[in-house]
């Protein structure tokens, strides 16, 4: 039997096509049976009129909630359907008839629902945030690959840190070696790009974090470039594009699932270059003003010093002040990596930039431009407590044909969240994983 996908129905207008999927919801009234099918690709109603066919009818009324059913019609226009056509059925082959299903449309808390995940991706909002999500990785990819970049992945079990000890998974590796799970392919990418000039790698990413927010996961997807001969504002400009094509393709491919989730897409619509780009010193002083002239001390509880990190409030209070994505560059030193490159006239301020999206989400991009000389990188393994024996291999890249080189890596998470406008990074993948959630 050959099968026709509900996405495609508008192309059959008067024909008798065959569907596969499962019972999304189902209404009946007196002689008719209203059958709500979902097959992945869009939610379609196929009618059944009892004088036609009471046997038929008799077992479309007796369907629950998501059996697995294959319906035959006859594909009909209809102005008010959302999808312009709904079906006259003529045959029904139930597979499977259920009358337990566990979500029903009435409202569940969130931690049924996230226990119930791998049929909570069923409904319609969470399809509709797993698409968006699909479209974000594909405006990446194609980004990436359209600009020159060859797709270099790095490694997960890795025998070091990249973003810092504290955030490490540990794994038993082969005898009695332990592993960490990647916090960031970075400076694996710094390798690749001295192959490729510009590579870029794309993959999960573990970080052991302690914190119970709505921007955290524990392990997350993220995309990084990284390219050689480039500075700092070369990664501000990449990650600027970056963004706005990812915007685009998500408000060209995705208007019907971003009007499911009652989207307001003209705070997408809004977003166009530049992006601001503030020295943390200026930001430090919006903070400051901001706190001084608050009447609202709720948002910014306390007065920020210069050499502090962004908490959620200060990143929220920056990013309104501009209604469009606004990167921030120049970090103090001390609270960065080791591996990033310095202002030359001020060693106290890192070439690292983070981009700030809009809508209180947050921190997306964090990246910058890498030390490039050997004597420095060697210096600041000490000074970060990291052993040197370990990063010789990294230290090679600054022995054989060292350059300036940046890049940045940008969460798939947090992004999607800001594009779907929802609450919480949970909803935006498949099965998450936090701090207290390691199931389904
Ligand atoms: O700022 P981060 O830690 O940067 C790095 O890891 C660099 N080594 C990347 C590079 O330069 N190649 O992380 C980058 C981005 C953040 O801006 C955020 O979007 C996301 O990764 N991210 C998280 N997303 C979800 N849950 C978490 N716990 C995240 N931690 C970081
Ligand atoms: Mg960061």
Known sequence: ?????????KGHIGESVTLKGWLYNKRSSGK???????????????????PNNEELFETANSLGQESSIIVTGTVKEDTRSSIGVE?????????????????????????????????????????AVLKVRHTVIKAVRDYFDNNGFTLADTPIFTPAACEGTTTLFEVDYFDDEKAYLTQSGQ??????????????AFGPTFRAEKSKT???????????????????????????????????????????????LERDI??????????????????????????????????????????????????TYLSNQFGKPVFVHHFPTAIKGFYFEVDKDRPECALGIDLLAPEGYGEIIGGGERAASLDYLIEQLKAHDLPQETFEWYLDLRRYGSVPHAGFGMGIERTVAWMC????????????????????
């Open 1 to 9: 039997m050959s099968q026709t996908y509900i996405d495609q129905l």
């Open 32 to 50: 008719l049976v209203f059958l709500q099918l979902r097959d992945g690709t869009g939610i379609v109603q196929c009618v059944v009129f009892k």
């Open 87 to 127: 079906l006259d059925v003529t045959g029904l082959e139930v597979l499977q008839n259920v009358h337990d299903y566990p979500i029903t449309p009435k409202e569940h808390g969130t931690e049924f629902l996230m226990d119930h995940r791998h049929l909570w991706i069923r409904s319609k909002k969470q399809h």
């Open 187 to 200: 400076l694996y990418n710094e390798a690749t790009a001295a192959a490729f000039g510009k590579s870029y």
């Open 214 to 260: 709505r921007r955290h996961l524990t392990e997350f997807w993220m995309v990084e470039p990284e390219v050689a001969y480039a500075s700092y504002e070369d990664m501000m400009d990449l990650g600027e594009g970056l963004i706005l094509s990812i915007v685009e393709r998500v408000l060209s491919d995705r208007q019907e699932e971003l009007k499911t």
């Open 266 to 315: 003209s705070k997408l619509e809004a977003i166009s270059g530049p992006f601001p780009r503030l020295h943390y010193d200026d930001a430090v002083k919006m903070l400051q003003e901001g706190y001084d002239s608050s009447t609202n001390l709720s948002l910014l509880d306390k007065r920020f010093e210069w050499g502090g990190d962004f908490g959620a409030p200060d990143e």
């Open 421 to 440: 406008g929802i609450e919480h990074v949970r909803e935006t993948i498949p099965f998450p994983r936090m701090l207290y959630r390691l199931r389904p």
